[in-house]
């Protein structure tokens, strides 16, 4: 079983409408969660961290963290076709002094015009 | 300029060939990482350094090394390159004073290719 696993798409939303990208992981004890931002040919960057359960905010992104289930997801509302890339969640691990961040393999989203 | 450079950008080279990527910082961060990225595959860490002084293995540290030259440098290198070596590699740097090292900063990536 992959540590950190998601949907590698590819995933295509129509403008406007809300992009919907979901992850689970295996690591119980993990605190801290990460979706990066990936278009083709560029480095990852990250968009949104969330460490709490819940959602949380940030302009038209949300996080929304479940632990007990072991699942964070991004939605992306008002799509626009900038937002085409690929998404990348991370987890950090729970090795306390020896975090590091795993990351799944990605789900490339493409934004319909 | 980037925050995070990486050089060179892209390289070819042969197999059995030594090739080192470097690395450079100008953010101020403690922490500093080497990825590589393969389709399918996702991000694997290869090796990462908290100080100057601090080295640790990632998951897939066989075949490679790396050293922490200064604080803002950090060099990883193929000592002999295998064709399965070909990848995108990225540099990324993370500041241990925020809540959590998982918010990385990359640098543009170096594409590697052994033939």
């Known amino acids: 079983q992959k540590e950190v696993e998601q949907n590698s798409g590819p995933l295509s939303v129509p403008e406007g409408a809300i992009a919907s990208l979901n992850c689970t992981y295996s690591?119980?004890?993990?605190?801290?969660f990460f979706w990066y931002r990936q278009y083709s040919g560029k480095s990852p960057e990250l968009i949104m961290s969330?460490?709490?359960?819940g959602d949380k905010e940030d302009g038209r992104f949300t996080a929304q963290l479940n632990k007990a289930s072991q699942y964070v997801s991004l939605l992306i509302r008002d799509s626009q076709p900038s937002d085409s890339a690929t998404y990348l969640c991370?987890?950090?691990?729970?090795?306390?002094?020896?975090?590091?961040?795993?990351f799944g393999t990605g789900t490339r989203l493409t934004i319909i015009p | 300029d980037a925050d995070v450079t990486q050089t060179p950008r892209n390289r070819i080279t042969k197999t059995g060939k030594r090739i080192m990527l470097e690395c450079s910082q100008t953010?101020?961060?403690?922490?500093m990482y080497w990825y590589r990225q393969d389709p399918g595959l996702g991000l694997r860490l290869i090796y990462y350094?908290?100080?100057?002084?601090?080295?640790n293995k990632g998951e897939i540290s066989d075949g490679y090394s790396v050293s922490r030259q200064a604080q803002a440098k950090f060099s990883l290198s193929l000592e002999s390159a295998i064709p399965n070596q070909t990848a995108l590699y990225f540099c990324?740097?993370?500041?241990?004073?925020?809540?959590?090292?998982?918010?990385?900063?990359f640098g543009e990536g170096s594409r590697l290719t052994v033939l």
């Open positions: 990324a740097t993370s500041d241990f004073r925020v809540q959590s090292t998982g918010e990385l900063f």
């Open positions: 690591d119980r004890g993990s605190q801290s």
């Open positions: 969330i460490y709490s359960n």
């Open positions: 991370a987890v950090e691990g729970s090795n306390f002094g020896n975090e590091k961040l795993t």
């Open positions: 953010k101020g961060h403690d922490r």
């Open positions: 350094s908290f100080d100057v002084k601090d080295i």
